[in-house]
């Protein structure tokens, strides 16, 4: 099984529809990251955590919410999406060396 | 400022050569990580290699080595004996600071590589 694991993989939602991605872990790390890639381009990070009470803002936060539930899951949350949020949304952990492990990442489409 | 440069875009190797993809990056802190990924056109994101600001010798896993300049600030990936699974895009990151602490990685723009058969 996956040590990352997001859901769903695809999604496609109309303007305005609220919408979450989950992320789940099994690698026991504290650290949880999420992402967006839009076409062509790197990621940049929307929020991160390092715990379930340490949650922090990153470079594109607006538009999004985050609720860490436990160690292992941290999820995602768009409020009222809207069209240029069309991108791919990769969750991530990371060990004490940074190293960041990602999930396979959701495909949202935005109409 | 851009911390994290990748100037190729693209690029193509024949089967079995070797590959260097670039990677430069700008920061004051004496204390950082550089790290690269890989991305299949499946689109996960799989970890490579890593090298520590302070790592005396050029990591290496596998088929793939880090070329660190650190007075050039570069981090080249060089990737040997190319395979096709090797087409993919590549991905840069740098982690401003000592490890264990925000643990943020700032991305590159990516190169996609193209292994010809």
């Known amino acids: 099984d996956a040590d990352v694991t997001q859901t769903p993989r695809n999604r496609i939602t109309k303007t305005g529809k609220r919408i979450m991605l989950e992320c789940s872990q099994t690698?026991?790390?504290?650290?949880m990251y999420w992402y967006r890639q839009d076409p062509g381009l790197g990621l940049q990070l929307i929020y991160y955590?390092?715990?379930?009470?340490?949650?922090n803002k990153g470079e594109i936060s607006d538009g999004y919410s985050v609720s860490r539930q436990a160690q292992a899951k941290f999820s995602l949350s768009l409020e009222s999406a809207i069209p240029n949020q069309t991108a791919l949304y990769f969750c991530a952990t990371s060990d004490p060396t940074d190293t960041q492990y990602f999930g396979p990442g959701t495909r949202l489409t935005v109409l | 400022a851009q911390k994290i440069t990748q100037t190729q875009p693209g690029m193509f190797v024949q089967e079995k050569e070797a590959v260097t993809l670039d990677c430069t990056y700008d920061?004051?802190?004496?204390?950082?990580?550089l790290f690269w990924y890989k991305q299949p056109s499946s689109g996960e994101m799989i970890f490579l290699i890593y090298q520590g600001s302070y790592d005396q010798q050029n990591a290496t896993e596998g088929r793939y080595s880090l070329n660190f300049q650190k007075a050039r600030k570069s981090a080249n990936l060089v990737i040997s004996a190319s395979q096709l699974g090797d087409s993919a895009m590549y991905f840069c990151a740098m982690r401003e600071g000592f490890s264990g602490n925000t643990g943020k990685l700032i991305f590159g723009q990516g190169t996609t590589l193209q292994v010809k058969p």
């Open positions: 920061t004051s802190d004496p204390s950082y990580g």
């Open positions: 955590s390092f715990d379930v009470k340490d949650i």
């Open positions: 690698k026991g790390h504290d650290r």
